[in-house]
Every structure is written in structure tokens, then in C-alpha cells.
């Protein structure tokens, strides 16, 4: 079971991003698949998730309106859109699945997997 995230860059304000969250060993869409960030000096936060086999997300209030997590079952992947980007949501990005595949959380305890991170930074 492995996770790889991936599509961070440097971008200037109000700026989008799109995420990739790729799957191998195992059928994303089995799993509820969160993604995470941590900016230095700050603890790891939950940005957005969906539920195993689509249909429920959650978001932070923080990126309510402006981040989009979606699924492409075919490519097993997750996607996490960004738009209207901030110096604020400068971070290292992750995602995780969670074998709870019927959760809808942003609980980083109840992932199980975890992707190495991308990096995203928000600067003009």
C-alpha cells in the first residue's frame, strides 16, 4: 500500500494548484482519502477529505470555497484543487487513507497510510 502525492510548486497569490494523490497496491475508492498540511512551526492540520466511494466531503473552514477534493476512480487517484491561494497556505501537503472507508474526518489518528508530502508555497 503505497501513497504519493505530488503537483506542489511555488505560486503567487491568488493562484491555483491542483494535488495529486496516487494510489499503488490498493483501490483508493475503498478508502476515505484525507489530505493534510503542516507549515513550519505548526502542528499538522486536515485541509479536506472524502469519503470511501465518493459522494461526502469535508473541509477546514479555512479553505471553504476556495480547495475542491474530488476522485478519478480510473487513474485511482484523489485530487485536491486549490484556488485563490494564500501565504497562508504555505505548508507541506499530505495525503492518507483511512481503511474506515465510510468516515468522513479530518481525525489524523484514524488514517492509516500516508503519502510522502509536496510542498506548497504561496509567495509573490
Known amino acids: 500500500v503505497q501513497l504519493q502525492a505530488s503537483g506542489g510548486g511555488l505560486v503567487q497569490p491568488g493562484g491555483s494548484l491542483r494535488l495529486s494523490c496516487a494510489g499503488s497496491g490498493f483501490t483508493l475508492d475503498d478508502y476515505a482519502i484525507g489530505w493534510f498540511r503542516q507549515a513550519p512551526g505548526k502542528e499538522r492540520e486536515g485541509v479536506s477529505c472524502?469519503?470511501?466511494?465518493?459522494?461526502?466531503?469535508m473541509y477546514a473552514d479555512s479553505v471553504k470555497g476556495r480547495f475542491t477534493i474530488s476522485r478519478d476512480n480510473a487513474k485511482n487517484a484523489v485530487y485536491l484543487q486549490m484556488a485563490s491561494l494564500k501565504p497562508e497556505d504555505t505548508a507541506v501537503y499530505y495525503c492518507?487513507?483511512?481503511?474506515?472507508?465510510?468516515?468522513?474526518?479530518?481525525?489524523?489518528?484514524?488514517?492509516?497510510?500516508w503519502g510522502q508530502g509536496t510542498q506548497v508555497t504561496v509567495s509573490s
Open positions: 492518507a487513507a483511512s481503511g474506515f472507508g465510510n468516515i468522513v474526518t479530518m481525525a489524523s489518528t484514524l488514517y492509516d497510510h
Open positions: 472524502i469519503r470511501g466511494g465518493g459522494g461526502r466531503t
